[in-house]
Structures are given as structure tokens and as C-alpha cells.
């Protein structure tokens, strides 16, 4: 049962630490105004360097500079006591401090892997992120993955100034045209006290927890033909973009308290910017401080205004409201849905008499034949299967077949199962979409309350004659209905910012299967030391939809290199499904019923579609600092997040030129009013007349002001205001945030474009 308490520690939430090492010495981050540097000085780097030389020694320690920022913001980090800090802080040019702290990868909530030796397509990329180059922030890279490979890949861009830096097990023959740039940054974490020699991760770019090349090979990895495929999945392995070049900026080291510092993943995101990459990709999270303090967020902004695309997991602290991270509207924010993919187990009960398949992914090609059912004597009670209920003695060489209803009950019969060494099991419960992959390491079968009526039946018919025949390793293709909002995928709106609709989109996120690192490729099978190797692993979390955003977003930058990274968004945004592949609305996993956009942000991304929106809403740099002001942020503030100090903040405004709308509800009232500015700017070639469809439901009346929009050509553009008023009336679920949601099309007129988004009522925090 170890590994499962393992994963439960996994499930915590983010952190945020101010670290002491000894008692005074601390890393800040310190924010500095480059205008006000001495002229003899040549660079910043210098500036800082003389400095920090130029402070006393307290106790006989002198700061330790960490890096130097020359990107994400424009200053440094070191390690200081509160005395030489308060000698920085004087200084002219000091804008502000911050404390070091600590994120968490968005890693799988279980880093539940199975033993599948190759994957099968995500979907096809075809032949695009030709020539682009995604970095990714995260734990590192397994580099003679055959992921990345590089045959078929263009050459190296003539722009790229990035490389790939000599650590422990990686120097540069590690990289080729696929991997161009891999580096490391532990500094930060190094200061924590963390040795990484005394634990089994790499000090270089070197993946040891296997998430950064599992996200590396789902955003871009290449296609591995004719693999050979064992167990549940068969086919052609490919990243969304795979003809992308991929560089890794290894911020997360094993650590069982710590994943990452603030100080590390600032340089990491710095040198991205530094060396090139046209989109990033982090499967991290910050506490969801305001924007100033989020180092994800200054990153992000300062790569928005470099052009560069940025998406984000969206956070894995579902299934609840307000807990979306990475919520900053520069940032594309990806929840988790699942796909159409599910492994399942074929059950065969008394020779024929029945047959059902059931939920399972044991990772053994194994076939139970005519192997007794033991059932407790008839006696189906929940408590049957509890812990210390069974004897060992008695379930010998039996599958135990047990009813269990929701997953936390699961979970116990697991350890019941584990403690009686069980052959294997049955369960029946109403929760099998819950279980993790991981539950299935020894061979158990998870099947439906319905299902387990009928076994029920025939088990009391037979008596002890029951038997079954059990073929595991099905996987089962166009499951419906898919995709589905998982559990997990943190849900809008934004604590931060709740006048922007956040998650934006929804991307695969539930058991995907992508590489994996070799040292930590091991599935437990049984209760003894058997572990099953692997190299593909499969993997649940916003971490994993967020290389789907990128990988995409990658596509269309190929497609159209003069799109703004907002323009790359509203394109998923306008163009996302809303519709599952059963034909109905996409379902929230915990209610079985519809989800909201609170869910789902503007859908499912839609490649294909996202390639010819017709329109966008573009965002500008400028159109944040209007944003920065409306939120209230102090010039200091500001300044911290956008390097500005000559804007003005006259166009405060808690609105911005995006693709969803969204209303909040002050406490203890029904009913709400916004007016929203909005222009559309046309991306396809040709003129066009466009007419605003609303989907409006009783709550929420609309009216778009004009409804009529004309485009002559490319980049013409067009304004509308829409205002929305809300009524509520008594409609509340006690501690839902929800409110009500409708829609907003633009249709084209005689042509084929749909542009819509997502209005949505909410109640405030
Ligand atoms: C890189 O390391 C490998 C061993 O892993 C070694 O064979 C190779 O010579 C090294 N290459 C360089 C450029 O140092
Ligand atoms: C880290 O651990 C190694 C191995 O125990 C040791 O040799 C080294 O001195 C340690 N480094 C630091 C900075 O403590
Ligand atoms: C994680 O970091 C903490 C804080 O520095 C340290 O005490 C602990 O030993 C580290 N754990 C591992 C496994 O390295
Ligand atoms: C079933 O088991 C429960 C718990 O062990 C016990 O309380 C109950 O009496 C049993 N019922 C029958 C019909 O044996
Ligand atoms: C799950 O089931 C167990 C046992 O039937 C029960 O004690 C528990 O309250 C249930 N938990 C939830 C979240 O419904
Ligand atoms: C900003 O300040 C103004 C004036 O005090 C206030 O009306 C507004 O609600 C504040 N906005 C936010 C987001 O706090
Ligand atoms: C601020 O300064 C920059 C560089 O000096 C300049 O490009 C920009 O136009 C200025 N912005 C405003 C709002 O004055
Ligand atoms: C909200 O709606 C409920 C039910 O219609 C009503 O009882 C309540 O008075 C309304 N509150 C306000 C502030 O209008």
C-alpha cells in the first residue's frame, strides 16, 4: 500500500514558505529600476554584482548572489541578512522585495503510471510547429527518450541562442534537433539546503521525477512509428506539435517538501526569454498571491510582451471555485478533461452466463480462468470488505468480489484487499470514473452498481459454483461521453482577478499516456517487489493539459506567425466545443451532469477549427497596465510586474479585450449589471458581415450593441458593447459559485465562421 500514501502526499496543495536558513539569512528577490543604474556601470549584472560586494559581512558571511534577471523583471536574487537587505533597500533604483517561495509541480494528484511500453497518438499534429520552439519549464528531460528523436526535424533556427548545459549524466551530445536547448537551475533550492547529490536526482538537466519529459513529449514530442505495443494502448506515439523543437529549463528537484523556488523558476522563465523560445509551457503553481508576487505571472508578462505564447495548468485543486492558479489574463490557463480512451477488464461469470466489462488498467497481460468468486456467503454488506473483516484463510486463490459506493470506501476495501493479500477482486461502486490508475496494481476490476446487481444475481443463483474468466489490457477507443471536466481541474472564477472568466479552455488532462524516465518507469504489481518497467507512462493532472494548450497554440503560430499570443488564445477560445462526442453538453465528473464554464472556461480546444477562427480579440500590453490600474495596484506594484514607470492610469479598467465574459454577484445579491467594450479584428482574407447570435437563459437578459458587424478585409476591425443584466432571483446552490451562463456568437453571413464565448454569472468569494 505504500505507493498509494505516497500519492497521497502528492495531493497537497501549493505551498508558500519564507524559508530561513540560519536564523537571518534569506533569499529575496530584489526588483530594481535599470534606468537609475550609474552610467559606469555596463550592464546590470554588474551593477548588482558591485553591490552586493560593497555590503559588510555579518558574521563573516557575505550575500551569495543566485541570478540575474534581465527579462522577467529587472534585477536579482540573493541570500542576505535582514541587515545587508536593509542596505540594498536603500538604494537608489530599489523598487521592491520579495521573499523567496516555493510551488509545487502540478504533477498528476497521483503520479499513477502504468506499464506500457509505447502510446498512441493524442491526436495528430500533422506536419506543423515547423520551426517553432516551445520551452519548458519543469523537472528536466529523459533525452534518449525516443520522443525525442530527431529524425525528420528541420534544422536548429538560425535565431536560437539557447544550449544545452554539461551537468551530471547530460552534456551537449545529449541534445539534437529535436531537444535544443536544455539547462538547469537550482540555485534557489540549493540555498534551502537542498543537496541534490545526497538524493537521487540530477543536478542537470536530467529528468529524475519523469513529469518534464512527460510534458515535453506531449507538447512536442516526434512521432515514434511501428512502436511495439504491450498492454493497453497500440499505435503511433506523437506529441501535438511534433515537428516543434523542444528546450527544457529544469526548475523542480525531488524534494519531498519543496518543489520549486521562485528564485529558479524566474531564471528559468529568464532564460527562455533570453534564448529564444516562441511559447512556454509550465505545469506549475504559485500560491494564487496577487500578481506581484507570482512569480509565474511576472514571467509570463514580461514573455507577453516578447511575443512569446504562455500556457499554464490551471491548477489541481478541484473540484472547488476560486481555486484557479496561474489565473494572470496573460497567461493561457488549461484545465483538465478526459478523453475518449478508458482500459477496462472483460469479465466473464459462470461460463457465458454473463458477460461485462468493467473499469481496470492492471498492467499484466493476464487471463484469469474459471477462478472461484468469493462472496463473503452471500453477505454483500458494506462492511464485508472493511478492514480486518475477511480472512486471508478464506479468500485463498478467490477473487473477492465486494460493494463498495464512492471512491474513499474503494480506497479502504483497497487496503483490506492488500492486508489479505487478495488474488484479486471485483468491485461494484458508484465511483469507478474516480479511481486512479494506480489502484490497479494488483489484478482488481472496478464495475458499475447495475453490473454488480447482476453479479450479485448470479452469485446467488450459483453458490459456490460461482467462477469467472477475467481477460485484462482492453483498451477501449471512443468511450463517450468525452471529454469530461476532471475532478481535480481547478475551477474559476479567479480569486485574483474574477472580472476575467478563468480556466480559459479545457485540453486533455486524464490518463495520458506520453515518455518517461526509465529509472523511475515502475509499476508495483502485487504486494511483493515486482515492479514492471516502463518508458511510457500514464499520467493525470493540469500538467498534462497544459502541453496540449501549447502544443496547439504552437500549431497556430506556425500557421500564422504574426498572431499575438492573445490573438492564439481567443482563436482556441472562439472556436472550443462545448458539445461532448455524445452530443451533449460537456459533464462536470463530479455531478454527472452538465459543467459550466466556471469548468471549462470557453470548451474543449478544437485544433482544427482553432486554425480559422475568422475573428480575434487581441490584447495588447498596454490593454494589462489598464488592467494592473484597475485592479488597484500601486505604481511600486506595477512596476514589479510590467518594468514600467512612465504609464498612465487613466484607462483603469478590470476589463480587458477577451474572448469570455463573466459577472460576479456581490454576497447576498440576486442580481448584477456590465456593460462590456469589445473589438473584433478579422483574421480571415476576405470581407465580411457578421450577426450576434445570443444564447440566453432566463436569468440573464443581453443586448449587443450593434448586432450587425461589417469587416472590410484582413486586420479591419469592429466594436460592440454588450451589456448583460443578471437575475438570480432565489436560485443559489448552498456553496456553489456558480450563477447561470449563456453564449455569444458572431456568425458569418453567408460564410462559414462561428466566433463565440461564454457569459457567465458567478457569486463573489
Ligand atoms: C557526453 O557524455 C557522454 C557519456 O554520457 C560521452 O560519451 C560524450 O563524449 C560526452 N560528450 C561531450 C561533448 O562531452
Ligand atoms: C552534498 O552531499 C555530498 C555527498 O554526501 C557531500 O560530499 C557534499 O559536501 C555535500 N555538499 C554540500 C554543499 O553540503
Ligand atoms: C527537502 O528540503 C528540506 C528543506 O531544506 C530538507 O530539509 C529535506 O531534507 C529535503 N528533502 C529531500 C528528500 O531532499
Ligand atoms: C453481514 O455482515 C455484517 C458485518 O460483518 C453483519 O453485521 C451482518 O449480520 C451479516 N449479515 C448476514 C446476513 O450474514
Ligand atoms: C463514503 O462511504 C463511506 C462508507 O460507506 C462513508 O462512511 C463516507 O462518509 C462516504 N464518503 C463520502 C464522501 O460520501
Ligand atoms: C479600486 O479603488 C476604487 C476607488 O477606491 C474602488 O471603487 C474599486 O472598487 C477598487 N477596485 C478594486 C478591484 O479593488
Ligand atoms: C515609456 O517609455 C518607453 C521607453 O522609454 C517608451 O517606448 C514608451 O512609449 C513610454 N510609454 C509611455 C506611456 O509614455
Ligand atoms: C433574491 O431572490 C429570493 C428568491 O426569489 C428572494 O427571496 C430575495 O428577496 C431576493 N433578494 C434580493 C436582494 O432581491
Not at 500556457?311 to 471555485?321: D, E, Q, T, V
Not at 480556466?503 to 518507469?521: E, F, M, S
Not at 478585409?713 to 438570480?728: C, N, P, Y
Request: glycine share 8%.
Amino acid at each position: 500500500m505504500e505507493h498509494f500514501i505516497k500519492f497521497t502526499l502528492l495531493l497537497s496543495l501549493v505551498f508558500l514558505f519564507n524559508v530561513s536558513l540560519a536564523e537571518e539569512y534569506n533569499t529575496y528577490i530584489i526588483h530594481m529600476d535599470k534606468s537609475t543604474m550609474p552610467d559606469h556601470f555596463t550592464t546590470q549584472h554588474d551593477w548588482y554584482m558591485f553591490t552586493l560586494s560593497t555590503l559588510p559581512a555579518v558574521d563573516g558571511v557575505a550575500p551569495i548572489h543566485l541570478y540575474t534577471y534581465n527579462h522577467v523583471m529587472d534585477g536579482f536574487s540573493a541570500v542576505m541578512s535582514k541587515s545587508q537587505l536593509d542596505e540594498v533597500e536603500k538604494i537608489q533604483g530599489h523598487v521592491a522585495t520579495y521573499p523567496e517561495t516555493f510551488g509545487q509541480a502540478l504533477t498528476t494528484r497521483s503520479s499513477q503510471f502504468l506499464g506500457l511500453r509505447k502510446h498512441s497518438g493524442l491526436w495528430q499534429g500533422g506536419e506543423f510547429g515547423k520551426d517553432m520552439i516551445i520551452g519548458i519549464i519543469d523537472t528536466g528531460i529523459w533525452p534518449e527518450s525516443e520522443s525525442f528523436n530527431d529524425h525528420g526535424m528541420p534544422p536548429v533556427p538560425a535565431r536560437w541562442r539557447g544550449r544545452c548545459e554539461t551537468g551530471v549524466e547530460f552534456n551537449s551530445s545529449h541534445c539534437n534537433r529535436k531537444l535544443i536547448g536544455a539547462r538547469s537551475f537550482s540555485q534557489g533550492m540549493k540555498k534551502l539546503h537542498l543537496n541534490i547529490s545526497t538524493t537521487d536526482d540530477y543536478d542537470s538537466p536530467r529528468d529524475f521525477l519523469g513529469h518534464g519529459t512527460h510534458t515535453s513529449s506531449t507538447a512536442a514530442g516526434n512521432r515514434v512509428r511501428d512502436v511495439d505495443s504491450y498492454g493497453y494502448a497500440k499505435g503511433t506515439a506523437t506529441g501535438v506539435a511534433p515537428l516543434a523543437h523542444l528546450a527544457m529549463y529544469k526548475v523542480v528537484f525531488l524534494n519531498d517538501t519543496y518543489d520549486s523556488a521562485a528564485s529558479d523558476v524566474l531564471k528559468g522563465m529568464d532564460q527562455a526569454i533570453e534564448d529564444g523560445v516562441d511559447l512556454m509551457s509550465l505545469s506549475l503553481g504559485f500560491f494564487e498571491f496577487p500578481y506581484y508576487k507570482n512569480p509565474i505571472a511576472i514571467g509570463a508578462f514580461a514573455a507577453m510582451e516578447k511575443g512569446i505564447f504562455m500556457a499554464c495548468g490551471a491548477g489541481n485543486n478541484g473540484p472547488y471555485g476560486y481555486t484557479i492558479l496561474n489565473g494572470a489574463p496573460w497567461i493561457t490557463t488549461v484545465g483538465a478533461g478526459t478523453i475518449d480512451r478508458d482500459y477496462a477488464a472483460h469479465l466473464t461469470l459462470g461460463e457465458g452466463v454473463l458477460t461485462i466489462t468493467g473499469k481496470s488498467a492492471y498492467p499484466e497481460d493476464l487471463f484469469v480462468s474459471g477462478v472461484p468468486i468469493y462472496y463473503g456467503n452471500g453477505n454483500t454488506s458494506k462492511e464485508k470488505c472493511q478492514y480486518l473483516s475477511l480472512n486471508p484463510e478464506d479468500t485463498a486463490g478467490k477473487i473477492v468480489y465486494c460493494k463498495c459506493d464512492n471512491v474513499s470506501n474503494v480506497e479502504a476495501v483497497i487496503y483490506e484487499m492488500e492486508r489479505i493479500q487478495a488474488y484479486g477482486a471485483i468491485f461494484s461502486t458508484d465511483s469507478a470514473q474516480f479511481m486512479r490508475l494506480s489502484y490497479f496494481s494488483s489484478p482488481f476490476v472496478a464495475i458499475s452498481l447495475t453490473q454488480g446487481d447482476l453479479v450479485e444475481k448470479y452469485l446467488k443463483a450459483s453458490g459456490d459454483s460461482a467462477k469467472v474468466d477475467i481477460k485484462f489490457q482492453i483498451t477501449l477507443l471512443g468511450v463517450k461521453p468525452a471529454p469530461q471536466v476532471a475532478d481535480f481541474s481547478s475551477r474559476g472564477p479567479s480569486r485574483i482577478s474574477p472580472t476575467i472568466l478563468k480556466p480559459d479552455i479545457l485540453a486533455p488532462g486524464v490518463n495520458i499516456l506520453a515518455a518517461w524516465v526509465p529509472n523511475r518507469g515502475r509499476m508495483p504489481i502485487g504486494y511483493g517487489d515486482d515492479m514492471l518497467l516502463t518508458d511510457y507512462a500514464i499520467l493525470s493532472g493540469t500538467s498534462m493539459a497544459s502541453p496540449h494548450g501549447v502544443g496547439v497554440a504552437a500549431l497556430l503560430k506556425a500557421a500564422h506567425h504574426d498572431w499575438s499570443s492573445a490573438a492564439i488564445r481567443s482563436a482556441m477560445m472562439t472556436t472550443a466545443d462545448i458539445i461532448d462526442n455524445a452530443n451533449g453538453a460537456i459533464i462536470d465528473i463530479i455531478t454527472g451532469i452538465s459543467g459550466t464554464p466556471l469548468d471549462y472556461g470557453a470548451g474543449q480546444v478544437n485544433p482544427n477549427k482553432a486554425m480559422d477562427p475568422g475573428l480575434v480579440y487581441d490584447v495588447e500590453a498596454d490593454d494589462y497596465v489598464n488592467f494592473l490600474c484597475g485592479l488597484n495596484y500601486t505604481s511600486q506594484q506595477i512596476a514589479v510586474i510590467t518594468k514600467r514607470s512612465n504609464y498612465s492610469c487613466d484607462k483603469a479598467t478590470l476589463d480587458l479585450n477577451y474572448p469570455s465574459f463573466i459577472l460576479i454577484l456581490e454576497e447576498n445579491s440576486n442580481t448584477t449589471s456590465r456593460t462590456f467594450k469589445r473589438v473584433l479584428t478579422n483574421v480571415a482574407e476576405s470581407n465580411s458581415v457578421y450577426i450576434a447570435v445570443l444564447l440566453q437563459p432566463n436569468t440573464m437578459k443581453v443586448v449587443v450593441e450593434p448586432m450587425t458587424l461589417t469587416f472590410a478585409g484582413k486586420q479591419s476591425k469592429a466594436e460592440f458593447s454588450v451589456t448583460v443584466d443578471i437575475d438570480l432571483g432565489g436560485f443559489r446552490t448552498e456553496g456553489d459559485y456558480y450563477g447561470d451562463h449563456g453564449y455569444i456568437s458572431w456568425y458569418e453571413v453567408n460564410g462559414k465562421h462561428v466566433v463565440r464565448s461564454p457569459i457567465v454569472s458567478a457569486f463573489a468569494a
